[in-house]
């Protein structure tokens, strides 16, 4: 596919011409579609080159600007001529402690186990459905082997628990190489203009970031970065910097913002709203820890007791998570910039929001606040980020 997008839409389908005004791209022969990008609008470039493409001398091109993205390809010499010329300013070089930290932050097990079954979906297409059965024979017996060590342990689940858990842990552990290989020999250059993180063993990225032009730099932090004390930092959806320690993450964060973070924010939760902040998890761990009593007291089926048992554990666990995030939360207000520190989802994320990437704030008060004076303060930006600070003191919000 990529021999004939070059080779033959590239020469004769599609026309590039790139300035330092944008790009103008026109496709088709019959009927023609022609694009104009601006220079001004454009907030990332990914120049992608697989093995193959640098055996043709060529690269692939995607342009993420406000409105979209369009992708295109160029040979390997031609420059990207509309980006500017800058020096940089920080240069930084990962060891491969960070690469493999990196990973395990950018695997998602949902994300995995897509990529696992369209990966064996293509095995069986390619090589024949011979490979496909192989494989899953592989993790059958893999699950009857797990499940006879729960059997010896006393932990009873159903079968089809221990064939979901090991092709789950398949499904990561194939992310999670994946992800390895797409991030070794990273680096990452920051300067005025742009930053430009170059990674990759077989396929070879390159990914330009505009800081000017995004809607917020990110620090994205989970229970494993917590541990190491060292977050990935992101603009917009693009890993820029893989997880340092905190001298060095504060750097870089600096010198892509222009604002150093806070050692401390002027407006946190306070402790008493730590309820607040676990109320869900807690909850289902409440309802779970009831149901358990109750299986207890009519000697109900063992595998229905060690599923609820599960459930309290994985609630409790986050319940903790949920309470380590609210003590790290909070928010300071800069003269051209908002800094908050807040949860969303199972993440804690501290961005820096330009204030013209700011599309709208909103504060809400339910029923359970008015007695405290709390608000959950909410920020919208450009684009798809949206934090959501819990429990804040009315008079402090900012």
Not at 25 to 37: A, D, P, Q, T
Not at 39 to 57: E, N
Not at 200 to 218: H, K, Q
Not at 336 to 356: E, F, K, Q, W
Request: charged share 15%; aromatic share 10%; proline share 4%.
């Amino acid at each position: 596919m990529e021999f004939i997008l070059y080779f033959v839409l590239r020469r004769f389908f599609v026309s590039v011409k790139t300035d330092a005004h944008g790009i103008h791209l026109r496709k088709g022969l019959i009927f023609r579609r022609v694009s104009f990008v601006p220079a001004a609008v454009i907030s990332s470039v990914q120049v992608k080159r697989t093995p193959l493409l640098r055996l043709l001398c060529g690269k692939k091109v995607t342009i993420r600007a406000l409105g979209g993205k369009v992708t295109f390809y160029l040979k390997n010499n031609e420059p990207l001529s509309f980006l500017p010329q800058q020096e940089i300013s920080l240069s930084l070089r990962h060891r491969s402690g960070s690469v493999l930290l990196g990973a395990l932050c950018e695997t998602r097990a949902l994300g995995g186990m897509i990529l696992f079954s369209t990966s064996l979906t293509r095995i069986g297409n390619i090589l024949g459905s011979g490979y496909y059965d192989r494989i899953m024979n592989a993790i059958n017996q893999t699950a009857q082997g797990f499940d006879k060590l729960l059997s010896d342990l006393r932990i009873a689940v159903p079968s089809v628990t221990a064939v979901l858990a090991v092709f789950v842990a398949a499904a990561w552990a194939f992310a999670f190489l994946r992800n390895s290989l797409r991030l070794c020999r990273f680096n990452v250059g920051i300067g005025a203009c742009y930053a430009i993180a170059r990674h990759g063993l077989l396929t070879l990225y390159e990914d330009i970031v505009v800081p000017n032009n995004l809607s917020a730099s990110v620090i994205s932090n989970t229970a494993s970065t917590l541990l190491f004390r060292a977050a990935p930092i992101y603009c917009g959806d693009i890993l820029t910097v893989l997880p340092m320690d905190n001298a060095a993450q504060n750097t870089a964060f600096r010198h892509l913002t222009g604002i150093t973070l806070p050692d401390r924010f002027c407006t946190i939760p306070p402790k008493k709203a730590i309820f607040g902040h676990i109320a869900v998890p807690f909850g289902w761990g409440a309802a779970f820890a009831a149901a358990l009593v109750l299986c207890y007291l009519t000697n109900s089926d063992p595998i229905l007791r060690t599923l609820l048992w599960a459930g309290v554990w994985v609630c409790l666990w986050y319940s903790f998570l949920f309470g380590m995030y609210m003590l790290r939360s909070g928010t300071t207000q800069h003269s051209n910039a908002t800094i908050m520190s807040a949860r969303h989802g199972v993440r804690l994320y501290t961005a820096c929001i330009p204030a013209d990437s700011t599309a709208y704030r909103r504060t809400d008060v339910n029923i359970f606040q008015l007695k405290d004076d709390m608000c959950d303060m909410r920020i919208y930006c450009r684009g798809h980020l949206r934090l959501r600070l819990r429990n804040v003191p009315n008079d402090q919000r900012t």
